[in-house]
């Protein structure tokens, strides 16, 4: 029962005192209370029934309690239960529903486009690509604009939590002061350094404290909007295996803990959380199936090379990992892809869950320019972003080409913000 | 003559019963009652918006009307971004549009305003804006914060908690919920104490309580269940293919109790939903993780609203496709009848039984010598 502070921070324990031992010792947590018979609890570990039938109906009503009461404080039009009472219709349009209000602009045109405006409080975006690419740079601009007033960001300060580098404060003032967006602004409604907190972490442990204890208090008292985690990977690299199956599973556990408090953080707040994520290679093998393979070998479904196996096959194909992610990365659903350009963002399936939408940063491959005799020039590189999922609209691809080189005045497409000067140096101290 | 639906009575917790004796009266209906229904042509089931799939989903027999059926549950499983909740959107839009209620339980991913009020404006009549409002009304929107919260309103449904016209409940991303309560692998493979084979076990029991609960729910309150849940992996080693993506959720109860199930998926040339489970019968085997049974082929607009397409391009497109092969089956390390048995080997290995005849000669002389020799002369 440790986990019903956790589940019902306000529940009043005086009466169920004497039970909270044994039920511990026995590690039924709130759920099992629950779905388990009573008389079964209290056969397993020796207790009155009649008690912990109270407590089971205390717990229940309790938890129906915080249910209406967090749907009633998020959606005030609702019609509440139990009172079946009816809603007029006048009373419905004058409340304004939540999504029409504030959104985190990315200030890059087309993905906000895709974005339906930008992105929405109480969703926990995460923002992949490799290294160097850009996604620090991309996280950044959006610290500034979600000072911008309702309906291009939220009126709010953000946090920058940091697992590598600290916060680049030069960057950002070069942002502010060069941005076509921020230079049309009065400098008094423009966004400013000091709504921009950040905090850096190193490892789990303290991650993880700050996410659950700190961070909930510095967003009420600073008046946060935007939350940034940069990266989520890094520390879990670090800390938790990833070989054994054994690792795998407690590292499952840990990032689902991770995105419960990144959740619970964005929804309570009404708060926007972005998470950068790394990547790594994806190895797409070049299996072969055996058909030569003795008699005493192969099995009965693979023996015969008939066309309708191969066709089951491929249909089961379908549903393999394999071929799937390429559809819910951000890698791989373009045939023209090479596959040695393949990456599968980190942490796995595991994390995929977590998050409500995934944004994709990619850069070409570099090519070089044949300049004549024997010089060969660096061509730019091109970065291309991309919404992979979003829970706010289905998405169909947007992709929005990056170009390196400075544009002069934006012509609408591309911003600024994408301007080559802005792109990490070699002088920065980013996580190669 | 109308047959009423089977009803599952085999779990009854008494604490259930002490609470709300109200909650297991069920409706009962006279005969030509239930006979004025059928003629009258009430829907007992709810469309998902692609007549293809209400018709795959209605079973050979074509004997319901297809679709989500009123008093079932219909599982909808699929990667992140394959358009579960936009079918789950559809339906619930469908079911605002024939006048039933519907209560959207949310369990990770917040389900968006925007989506449902675009649902809205586009399916329904277009006469006033009220009218769109009122159907929104009908919406209901609610989290559940953790499993517990769950549990509590499904297993113990608040009086009134679900007015007497609904027609459709959702629960949204239900695996990230269990696993966060009740991991799969909770513990190392190896040992486990009794205590923790005990909590190893509860997930299962869990959803067993879960799909009893949602059952019971959907057969006296006449609705339709469905649930949404993502992905996880499972090897496959036996056929040498890699990887497959299953349902998040599991166990032998709870896909007994889920009546239809549906896998959403995009390929190259769209998105796909396939049929693996309808009228309660599996349309695939156990063994076969990874296939997808009856496909329908769809893509959703920008404003929502789901579109056929057509389908079956999944068998043109693999020849299209990379040809993916399996890695070669691994033969068995130990063939059964390699082991030998010296009793009925065959070959003298080492040839002993040549150089000890005279000793065999000789072993008569010895008390107690066992006269087997176990091999054989060669041949």
Redesign the interface.
């Known amino acids: 029962m440790s986990d019903l502070l956790e589940v019902l921070p306000d529940f009043d324990l005086k009466a169920y005192i004497h039970l909270l031992h044994s039920l511990e010792k026995n590690d039924i947590t709130v759920a099992d209370l629950i779905s388990l018979d009573p008389i079964e609890i209290a056969r397993r570990c020796p207790l009155p029934a009649a008690d912990v039938q109270r407590l089971v109906l205390d717990v229940v009503a309790a938890l129906q309690e915080d249910v209406q009461t967090r749907a009633d404080k998020r959606w005030p039009f609702n019609s509440r239960w139990p009172h079946q009472a009816t809603i007029s219709i006048d009373e419905v349009t004058h409340t304004a529903c939540p999504d029409d209000e504030a959104r985190v602009s990315t200030l890059v045109p087309d993905i906000d486009h895709a974005l339906g405006g930008g992105l929405v409080p109480g969703h926990i975006i995460e923002v992949v690509g490799e290294s160097a690419v850009g996604k620090t740079q991309f996280v950044l601009g959006m610290l500034l604009s979600a000072q911008l007033p309702p309906p291009r960001g939220l009126g709010k300060g953000s946090i920058y939590v940091s697992t590598e580098a600290p916060l680049n404060t030069a960057r950002l003032k070069q942002m502010l002061i060069s941005h076509p967006e921020y230079e049309r602004l009065d400098p008094a409604d423009r966004p400013s350094l000091d709504y921009v907190h950040a905090i850096g972490t190193n490892d789990l442990e303290a991650q993880e404290h700050i996410l659950r204890y700190q961070l909930p208090v510095a967003i009420q008292r600073l008046n946060i909007g935007l939350i940034v985690l940069d990266s989520v990977a890094a520390n879990f690299r670090a800390e938790h295996e990833s070989r054994t199956a054994a690792g795998l599973a407690e590292r499952a556990t840990a990032l689902g803990k991770l995105g419960l408090t990144l959740r619970r953080v964005a929804i309570e707040n009404n708060a926007v959380v972005v998470v950068t994520n790394q990547v790594s290679d994806r190895f797409d093998e070049v299996r072969s199936i055996l058909r030569s393979s003795s008699p005493a070998n192969s099995s009965p479904s693979m023996s015969t090379a008939n066309p309708t196996s191969t066709v089951a096959e491929l249909r089961r194909e379908t549903q393999s990992l394999d071929h799937q992610q390429r559809f819910f990365t951000g890698w791989g659903d373009d045939r023209d892809e090479q596959r040695n350009q393949l990456k599968n963002p980190a942490l796995g399936l595991a994390w995929a869950n977590q998050i409500s939408a995934r944004i994709v940063l990619k850069m070409e491959s570099e090519r070089q320019e044949y300049l004549g005799g024997n010089i060969w020039k660096d061509k730019k590189k091109a970065r291309t972003l991309r919404v992979v999922f979003a829970p706010w609209g289905i998405v169909s691809v947007v992709e929005d080409e990056l170009h390196g080189e400075a544009q002069g005045p934006p012509d609408g497409k591309h911003t600024e913000l994408l301007d080559e000067e802005f792109w990490p140096t070699d002088e920065d101290e980013e996580f190669p | 003559m109308a047959v009423p639906p089977v009803i599952d009575l085999t779990l009854s917790?008494?604490?259930q019963a002490?609470?709300a004796p109200s909650f297991h009266r069920l409706p009962t209906v006279s005969a030509s009652e239930a006979l004025q229904e059928l003629q009258d042509g009430n829907s007992r089931s709810v469309s998902t918006g692609l007549t293809s799939l209400d018709r795959l989903l209605s079973g050979a027999g074509g004997t319901s009307s297809g679709g989500l059926e009123r008093g079932k549950i219909t599982e909808l499983w699929g990667?992140?971004?394959?358009?579960k909740?936009?079918i789950a959107i559809q339906s619930a839009v469908n079911a605002l549009k024939e006048g039933s209620t519907v209560v959207w339980v949310d369990c990770?991913?917040?389900?968006?305003?925007?989506?449902i009020?675009e649902g809205i404006t586009t399916l329904a009549p277009k006469d006033s804006?009220?009218a769109s409002?009122?159907l929104?009304?009908?919406f209901?929107?609610?989290?559940?914060?953790?499993?517990?919260?769950l549990?509590?309103?499904v297993?113990?449904p608040?009086?009134?908690?679900m007015?007497s016209g609904i027609g459709l409940l959702v629960v949204d991303d239900l695996?990230?919920l269990m696993?966060?309560?009740?991991?799969?692998?909770?513990f190392?493979?190896s040992s486990k104490t009794e205590?923790q084979k005990w909590?190893a076990s509860?997930r299962y029991?869990?959803l067993s309580?879960?799909v009893s609960g949602l059952n019971k729910l959907a057969v006296i309150k006449g609705l339709a269940v469905v649930v949404i849940t993502?992905?996880?992996?499972r090897m496959r080693p036996d056929?040498?293919?890699?990887?497959?993506?299953v349902p998040?959720i599991g166990g032998v109860e709870w896909d007994g109790g889920v009546w239809n199930r549906l896998?959403v998926?995009?390929?190259?040339s769209g998105r796909f939903v396939g049929v693996q489970k309808c009228q309660g019968r599996s349309l695939i085997s156990r063994e076969?993780?990874?296939?997808?049974g009856r496909v329908v082929g769809f893509e959703?607009a920008?404003d929502?609203t789901l579109r056929e397409r057509q389908a079956s391009r999944?068998?043109d497109d693999?020849a299209a496709?990379v040809?993916?092969?399996?890695?070669?089956?691994k033969?068995r390390k130990r063939v059964f009848d390699e082991v030998a048995d010296s009793e009925s080997e065959d070959v003298d290995e080492y040839g002993w039984a040549e150089t000890d005849e005279d000793a065999i000669a000789a072993e008569g002389l010895i008390e107690g010598a066992q006269a087997a020799t176990t091999s054989t002369e060669p041949g």
């Open positions: 917790q008494p604490a002490r609470q990667p992140a971004g394959a358009g909740s936009a990770a991913t917040a389900l968006s305003d925007q989506r009020q804006h009220g409002n009122g929104l009304a009908e209901k929107h609610v989290t559940a914060a953790t499993l517990s919260h549990l509590a309103i297993l113990y608040p009086p009134n908690f007015p695996n990230v696993d966060l309560d009740y991991p799969r692998y909770q190392a493979v205590q909590q509860r029991a869990v309580s879960l993502g992905c996880s992996t056929t040498g293919l890699g990887a497959a993506l998040g896998v998926f995009r390929d190259f076969e993780v990874g296939e997808i959703v920008d929502g999944l068998a693999a496709q040809k993916p092969r399996a890695s070669p089956v033969p």
